[in-house]
Nanobody, 114 residues
Framework: VQLQASGGGLVQPGGSLRLSCAAA????????MGWYRQAPGKQREFVAD???????NYADSVKGRFTISRDNVKRTLYLQMNSLNPEDTAVYYC?????????WGRGTLVTVSS
């Protein structure tokens, strides 16, 4: 299983970014996919996830601002992030669980700063 996150960058407070995570090596449409993030000096934390039937869950800190989605044809997971603030600065990782093992993509850095 390979996961490759992309789309991070520098954005001003109030701005938007869309992250992508391309998946390979699994039947993508069957698996729950998630986004996590790790801010400097902090533990990795849950951001959002989406199940195979597109049911979604969000951390309270991002509800109403972030939207997780998936394209099963492209085998790609997305995270649309709006109204970004400096507290959203972190390395963002995509994750899935396959055969009882966690798979993490290489993270993508999001920096929210003026």
């Amino acid at each position: 299983v390979q996961l490759q996150a992309s789309g991070g960058g520098l954005v001003q407070p109030g701005g938007s970014l869309r992250l992508s995570c391309a998946a390979a090596g699994l039947n993508f449409r069957l698996f729950t996919m998630g986004w996590y993030r790790q801010a400097p000096g902090k533990q990795r934390e849950f951001v959002a996830d989406i199940t195979s039937n597109r049911s979604t869950n969000y951390a309270d800190s991002v509800k109403g601002r972030f939207t997780i989605s998936r394209d099963n044809v492209k085998r790609t997971l997305y995270l649309q992030m709006n109204s970004l603030n400096p507290e959203d600065t972190a390395v963002y990782y995509c994750k899935t669980v396959y055969k009882n093992r966690n798979y993490w993509g290489r993270g993508t850095l999001v920096t929210v700063s003026s």
